[in-house]
């Protein structure tokens, strides 16, 4: 993962506007934090480390 602390962001023009104090702001983004890891895990679940779900062999009883 590459940091791109330099890279500007593609917000509305008035994103902020919606905040009226510091608080409302943190918990906003404390909100996008949870769920974005949230949904990474559920990812890592999905599809881990990278690797398909694929069907598995049938195996067969001897």
Request: charged fraction near 25%; avoid cysteine.
């Amino acid at each position: 993962m590459e940091n791109n602390h330099n890279q500007s962001l593609d917000l509305p023009k008035n994103f902020f506007k919606q905040f009226k104090n510091k608080e409302a702001f943190q918990t906003f983004f404390n909100n996008l934090y949870k769920e974005g890891i949230e949904q990474m895990l559920q990812g890592e679940l999905d599809d881990p480390l990278g690797m398909r779900n694929t069907p598995k062999k049938a195996t067969t009883q001897k």
